[in-house]
C-alpha cells in the first residue's frame, strides 16, 4: 500500500501481528530496562535530573494537592508553568506521573516509546505489508538513537510516542476523509 491510499478493513490474522508485535516489543522493553521498570535504578543523568524530574514533580505535587499550576513559584522567583509546552501541564498522558516518583516519570517515558514503536509497526505494515519490515520499522523507533536519548525528557517520548500515529491518521483522512479528519486532528492535537 502506499501513503494515502484507503486500506481495507484489519483481519483477524493482521490484529494478531499487532498484538504480538505489541506483546514482543513490551518484552524487549523490560528485557532491556527491567531494573528501572522494577524501581532499582533510575535515568539520573543529566537534564532528566536537572530539569525533567523536578518539573514533574511540581507538576505532581500541585495537582495532588487540589490546585492546577498556572505558576511556578519555586523557579527563578517565579515563572509561568502551564503556558510552557514541554512541561505537558494539560496532556492527558500526565495521569501516569501521579504515581510515586521517578517511577511513575519512567513509566511514562517506557509507555510512549513502546507505543511508538507499535505505531510504527501498524504504519509500516500499511504501507508495505510486510510483517517483517514493519516489526524492523517498529524496532528501530523504539529503540533508536535518537528516541534513547529523548528518555531524559518527557516532552520528547510523547511527542515520539505519537508520531507515527499522527502519521497514520493523516494518511487515513487523505484517503477517506469525512470522520477520519477529526480522529487526525484529535491525534494531532494530544501529540502537540
Known amino acids: 500500500m502506499t501513503p494515502g491510499t484507503t486500506d481495507r478493513p484489519i483481519t483477524a490474522r493482521e490484529g494478531r501481528s499487532v498484538l504480538g508485535f505489541a506483546a514482543a516489543l513490551a518484552g524487549v522493553f523490560f528485557l532491556e530496562f527491567h531494573r528501572v521498570l522494577l524501581g532499582w535504578e533510575s535515568f539520573f543523568h543529566r537534564d532528566f535530573g536537572l530539569l525533567a524530574l523536578p518539573t514533574v514533580h511540581y507538576w505532581r505535587e500541585a495537582v495532588l494537592g ?3 499550576p498556572w505558576w511556578n513559584p519555586l523557579s527563578h522567583c ?3 508553568f502551564a503556558a510552557q509546552w514541554g512541561v505537558m501541564a494539560f496532556y492527558p498522558g500526565m495521569a501516569l506521573c501521579l504515581g510515586p516518583l521517578p517511577w511513575a516519570l519512567h513509566l511514562f517515558e517506557l509507555l510512549h516509546l513502546w507505543w511508538g514503536g507499535v505505531g510504527m509497526f501498524v504504519l509500516a505494515r500499511r504501507w508495505t505489508g510486510s ?9 528501530v523507533v523504539a529503540f533508536g538513537g535518537p528516541v534513547q ?3 531524559e525528557w518527557p516532552n520528547y517520548c510523547a511527542a515520539w510516542g505519537w508520531l507515527p500515529w499522527v502519521v ?3 494518511d487515513r483522512a487523505l ?8 480522529v487526525a486532528g484529535l491525534a494531532g492535537a494530544v501529540q502537540f
Open 66 to 68: 487540589g490546585e492546577w
Open 175 to 182: 484517503g477517506e476523509g469525512g470522520r477520519a479528519v477529526w
Open 131 to 139: 510483517i517483517p519490515g514493519a516489526a524492523l520499522a517498529g524496532v
Open 149 to 151: 536519548a529523548c528518555l
Open 168 to 170: 497514520l491518521a493523516v
Open 78 to 80: 517565579g515563572t509561568p
